[in-house]
């Protein structure tokens, strides 16, 4: 079964810190996904990967940035944390070109920046 | 554009009653595909079924089934005999034409009452 982890369920950080996101998969999937969730405007793509050390920007990419040193780990970082980004994050990852296959997601990271 | 849209905020349905969700989207694109999330208050999107664009029949898993109608660009989900743990948010997600991204709907939250 694929297993998709973030290392924190709760964060809380202060403004103008650099914060990191930690997602972990376990299935050898090659695409990994965050996303940002908020009331009213369900889950918009900030950046996602589709290899190691590739990136590409989602809907919502400003404000942060992403890192993909090993296959099974991507990392979200916001580089100076302003409280419009305390929100939930999810990270997701599927393998590539299974079309009919769901994106796996992790637990969830919410996330609040005072 | 491609883009989905779920046009009920909240639902509440009375416990062993069928519900019904909608969802609409719009793609100008032949291939296409279609799923629904479950994500209770813990956060963790659990993942309850798949539409593919040139599947005939409607999709079912278990007490879930997806009303597909692909002329009116249409795939409710269709929850029979609602329990109580049915109760949670659902979102509805299209995957973009040759990637592995998907673009969520705003959500449903279904309260399931005794």
């Known amino acids: 079964d694929v297993k998709v982890t973030q290392s924190s369920r709760y964060l809380v950080k202060r403004t103008g810190e650099k914060v990191f996101l930690e997602c972990v998969q376990d299935m050898d999937h090659e695409n990994m996904f965050w996303y940002r969730q908020d009331p009213g405007l369900g889950l918009r793509l900030i950046y996602f990967s589709y290899d ?3 990136k590409e920007k989602g809907d919502i990419p400003e404000g942060y940035s992403v890192s993909r040193e090993k296959k099974e780990r991507f990392s979200l970082i916001l580089e100076s944390a302003s409280t419009n980004q305390t929100s939930m994050y999810l990270c997701a990852s599927i393998g590539a070109g299974v079309r009919n296959q769901p994106q796996h997601f992790g637990d969830g990271t919410r996330l609040s920046i005072l | 554009a491609q883009k989905i849209t779920q046009t009920q905020p909240g639902m509440f349905v009375q416990e062993k009653e069928a519900v019904t969700l909608d969802c609409t989207y719009d793609t100008s694109d032949q291939s296409y595909g279609l799923f629904w999330y479950k994500q209770p208050s813990s956060g963790e999107m659990i993942f309850l079924i798949y539409q593919g664009s040139y599947d005939e029949q409607n999709a079912t898993e278990g007490r879930y089934s997806l009303n597909f109608q692909k002329a009116r660009k249409s795939a409710n989900l269709v929850i029979s005999a609602s329990q109580l743990g049915d109760s949670a948010m659902y979102f509805c997600a299209m995957r ?11 959500g449903t939250r279904l309260q399931v009452f005794p």
């Open chain 2, 96 to 106: 973009v034409y040759n990637t592995d991204k998907l673009i969520f709907g705003t």
């Open chain 1, 52 to 54: 190691v050390k590739m």
